[in-house]
């Protein structure tokens, strides 16, 4: 004999002594082989109750499939939401829930920042309370800062460099002038002497060396200090001979 299962006749059938003619009926299976049960609902004999509704009516049964699929929905709600017994109350309390739960946005940020307090720990692996980290970080600002600074300065300089280097082609044109006429007045002369000796064409060591140091001395702007400072340079050694006179 087998356990009594909960079984619907689907078709008539003769069990031997007897036909079996209550289609549609639940069936007594307590009294029957479980051999003989097996055999009789693998055959088509013996359904449930589900498979039964569905043969006789496939859309009913599946609206009261899709309906018992619901209760049980509804009964898994129930059990998450004790005391509450309408659906109004469900939605209420699935709405507050929702307000707690937070936002993909807000669990990035958390992501973020929670990378970003890793990568500064290992910065600064001194940093032992929130306060020592918070204090490291802003000296570290103030020591960028202070570098920003200097790199500005530093560009500045290079530029004010580059801007008074000499061209390549400045450079080439002066040495070949220096080539023609010599070498040009000393370094070390003060700018108001650079500028009376020029004005008088005095601007090379063969020229400077062949005019007599009482006319130098008298060139305004040419003090002892460069008068001292061209005699070293360029030693007078006399006054060009004059050309011969024509006969």
Do not use: C, H
Not at 44 to 63: H, K, S
Not at 70 to 83: D, R, V
Not at 140 to 166: C, F, P, T
Request: glycine share 8%; no cysteine.
């Amino acid at each position: 004999m087998t356990a009594s299962k909960k079984l619907v006749l689907a078709m008539p059938f003769f069990d031997g002594l007897q036909w079996q003619r209550g289609v549609g009926e639940v069936f007594d299976t307590s009294k029957l082989d479980e051999k003989v049960a097996e055999k009789l609902e693998a055959k088509g004999y013996l359904v449930t109750e589900q498979v039964y509704r569905a043969r006789l009516n496939p859309e009913a049964a599946r609206i009261q499939e899709a309906a018992e699929a619901s209760q049980g929905e509804l009964q898994s709600i129930y059990a998450l939401f004790p005391g509450v017994t309408t659906t109004e109350g469900v939605k209420a309390a699935v709405g507050a829930l929702q307000a707690k739960v937070p936002s993909a946005e807000d669990l990035q940020k958390v992501s973020s920042a929670r990378t970003f307090a890793r990568q500064l720990g290992q910065l600064y692996p001194d940093a032992k309370t929130p306060d020592d980290l918070l204090t490291a970080v802003r000296q570290a600002q103030g020591e960028s800062a202070s570098l920003r600074e200097k790199l500005k300065v530093a560009e500045a300089d290079l530029s004010a460099a580059q801007a008074s280097a000499a061209k390549p082609e400045d450079v080439q044109a002066l040495a070949e002038y220096r080539s023609l006429v010599g070498d040009l007045l000393p370094e070390g002369l003060a700018p108001t002497a650079v500028k009376a000796l020029k004005a008088k064409g005095y601007v090379t060591k063969g020229v400077v060396s062949r005019i007599p140091r009482a006319e130098l001395d008298a060139v305004s702007g040419v003090g002892p200090e460069a008068l001292k400072l061209l005699d070293g340079w360029a030693p007078y050694v006399g006054a060009e001979p004059s050309a011969p006179a024509q006969g």
